[in-house]
């Protein structure tokens, strides 16, 4: 959960840097206008159609995909509405939020993985396409954020240098803090949500 919450954090600094949002906050900003509901919201409805397909797909799914799904777009509005982060009012301000931003999502990034209950939602059809497809995840979740920045783009969300400079630089954000952690993400065995359903209803038998 610290890590979800240090994720939206991120995500509310990439949005107020104003200098053109993160790939799938374009999607999310553009899907938010369009529909007239708050950007928190469209990301969560966007995260339930991905798991849909994902699930559909049978790739495995854990209790973090869940969690990922509803509560990054919840702490995302709660933070908004706090409106405790001021609105860059010039690139100079606007880079630093930026990348501040990107940092606090890679180490949400890092909690979120580092507790082993699943991948997102967005990250989840990354891997599902890179199986399917046996193209490096790197290619993947290019392709997919491209698709994403485009059709966001024709619906209204804030497309600028900044777009370019998180699509680039999260991967760069993310191998930097995991490095710093000491961290190997693709080691951690993630448990799914039937494993986390026996293991929640073992320890209520155990205490009764």
């Not at 798991?51 to 990054?72: D, P, Q, R, S």
């Not at 240098?161 to 991967?171: E, L, S």
Request: glycine share 14%.
């Amino acid at each position: 959960m610290a890590g979800l919450l240090l994720f939206a954090l991120g995500i509310v600094f990439t949005l107020r840097a104003n200098i053109g949002f993160p790939p799938w906050d374009v999607f999310h900003a553009g899907l938010a206008g369009t529909l007239g509901i708050t950007i928190g919201f469209a990301s969560i409805l966007t995260g339930l159609v991905l798991l849909i397909i994902v699930a559909a797909m049978k790739e495995t799914l854990g209790l973090g995909t869940v969690f990922n799904m509803f509560f990054v777009g919840f702490f995302t509005d709660r933070i908004l509405g706090l409106d405790m982060i001021p609105l860059a009012t010039s690139f100079i301000i606007g880079l630093p939020m930026l990348i501040c931003g990107l940092l606090l999502i890679s180490f949400g990034s890092y909690f979120y993985i580092s507790s082993a209950f699943g991948a997102g939602p967005r990250d989840s059809v990354m891997i599902m396409l890179a199986r399917r497809t046996g193209k490096p995840v790197g290619v993947c979740r290019a392709g997919v954020e491209l698709t994403v920045v485009v059709i966001g783009f024709f619906l209204g969300g804030m497309v600028g240098v900044g777009t370019v400079i998180a699509a680039f630089g999260i991967g760069f954000c993310i191998q930097f803090v995991f490095r710093l952690m000491k961290f190997n993400a693709p080691s951690v065995k993630h448990e799914s949500l039937a494993q986390t359903f026996r293991g929640v209803m073992s320890l209520i038998r155990q205490n009764n």
